[in-house]
């Protein structure tokens, strides 16, 4: 995902959907604009977690 500050950000299939995700692009596809919340952010490995679970 791209967030906007010269930085990717990376949401694990775990945390696209409440449900069980069997395939990614069953929830989203390329060119998307989703909503996330940021979960961690990791500048030693340059790494941004997020989810979208329960982001309204």
Known sequence: M???VHQDGLVHISELSDK???????????????KVRILD?????????MSMKDVN
Do not use: F, H
């Open 2 to 4: 791209d967030v906007g």
């Open 20 to 34: 069980y995700v069997r395939n990614p692009m069953d929830v989203v596809s390329v060119g998307d604009i989703v």
């Open 41 to 49: 952010v990791d500048v030693e490995r340059k790494r941004i977690s």
